[in-house]
């Protein structure tokens, strides 16, 4: 056995980060009540596990191994600060200690899943809704800063300083972090279903690093959205959520090659959609109206996701009818995320030079997104701007921070430098 990073302890710690991060998090935070505490507990247990499994051995049961390590840390820290506070003898404090854990009673008994129950608990009304989500992607998923950044399409000095802020508010007001009463789950639908729909996103937005997709993330996105529509039933936000995030995972099996490289949706092997989701999105939309608010919004995106499923080639596509939804969408959302895209819907529809036409003003709006200078330079290129193209293709390059995507763009503006064929 081997304590380095590719071994086998090394796996070991990287599937029980996977598998445990959140729910050993939310276990001791429903012990404690104390965000930073918990999740400092349970990044010690996994300092803890790093050092010793290597000489010990991975043990049979590491999230066992990971929570008596995570909950000891978080006694012995409370013990310290009880001692420290008051100036009690230690056995006094123990015994204290002791007692308040026995007379315990867990507010959050009526949501099973302990992960959902994290998510819920996190997105406290306290909290101003950025830091929510941002505190959500790190305490239930343990994402780290760079990858939250790029998921919220933020700086990474910008998302570091989000987390400090939410994490400080905590510490200092004193908010404590329980699961809602039964009564109270609804004030938080919006908020969870925001941070499902991200958890969703980070399975297949390539990240800073080139570690591929997560298609685990995007399967328990999907459990969990189905278990908040189980606890909360019949609400369009749930619905609409679900059928958008079904209609997209029905094509993992196309979106990678046999290398890993990615797969654009036109060059997708279709026959490799899941059609069991395919017809389970579909279902779900036929039965929702069209409404306000998130429900709306991920209503309109699923009705665009649709189209995609429906179309049984890429030239088969109704181009025209994505283009009207994502107009309705972005009368919706006003947002320039959802401008850039229909910009290529556009293009599809109505030529590159409609397309362009959309992207103009968005520089302002979307500063740091390496996608618009990306969009721009395939438009240009598509109308013969090969000059124009290249430069865009330069500044996609300086600003993306995914490999994936970075050798796509890479190769991309090769092809529009090389000459043509004659």
Not at 121 to 139: K, Y
């Amino acid at each position: 056995m081997t304590d380095e990073d590719g071994g086998p302890v090394g796996a070991a710690l990287e599937l029980a980060w996977r598998e445990h991060w959140g729910r050993l998090v939310g276990l001791v935070l429903r012990q404690t009540a104390r965000a930073d505490l918990a999740e400092d507990a349970v990044a010690d247990a996994f300092a803890a596990a790093a050092r010793t499994w290597p000489a010990a051995g991975v043990p049979t049961n590491p999230g066992g191994w990971l929570l008596t390590a995570a909950r000891r840390r978080a006694v012995d820290v409370l013990r310290s600060e009880a001692v420290h506070r008051r100036k009690e003898p230690l056995v006094l404090v123990d015994a204290q200690l002791r007692e308040e854990a026995a007379a315990t009673v867990d507010p959050g008994a009526h949501v099973e899943d302990e992960r959902l129950r994290l998510i819920l608990t996190c997105c406290h009304p306290a909290l101003a809704p950025d830091a929510r989500v941002a505190l959500t992607l790190r305490f239930v998923v343990g994402l780290d800063v760079p990858d939250i950044a790029a998921l919220l399409l933020l700086q990474e000095p910008t998302a570091a300083a989000r987390l400090t802020r939410a994490k400080k508010r905590l510490a200092t007001t004193g908010i404590r972090l329980t699961t809602p009463p039964p009564e109270r789950l609804e004030e938080r639908l919006e908020a969870v279903a925001t941070v499902l729909y991200l958890l969703f996103t980070a399975g297949y937005h390539p990240g800073p690093r080139d570690r591929g997709l997560r298609v685990d993330l995007a399967d328990e996105a999907i459990r969990l959205t189905r278990l908040l529509d189980e606890q909360l039933p019949g609400r369009p936000t749930t619905r609409a959520l679900l059928a958008l995030l079904l209609l997209q995972h029905s094509r993992r099996g196309s979106r990678t090659d046999a290398d890993g490289a990615l797969v654009l949706l036109p060059d997708q092997d279709r026959s490799r959609w899941d059609h069991d989701d395919i017809d389970a999105g579909l279902t779900l939309l036929a039965g929702l109206a069209p409404t306000t608010g998130r429900a709306e919004e991920y209503r309109l995106q699923a009705l665009i996701a649709a189209e995609h499923a429906r179309a049984t080639t890429a030239d088969a596509t109704r181009w025209p009818v994505i283009a009207r939804h994502y107009a309705a969408l972005e009368a919706h959302t006003g947002s320039p995320v959802v401008r850039l895209a229909r910009a290529v819907a556009v293009a599809e529809a109505d030529g590159p030079a409609a397309g362009l036409t959309l992207l103009d003003g968005l520089e302002a709006l979307l500063p740091h997104h390496h996608r618009l200078p990306a969009v721009r330079a395939e438009l240009l290129a598509r109308l013969g701007r090969r000059e124009a193209a290249l430069a865009s293709f330069d500044r996609a390059l300086a600003l993306v921070r995914s490999d994936a995507e970075r050798r796509h763009l890479t190769e991309r503006a090769a092809a529009v430098r090389a000459p043509a064929a004659p």
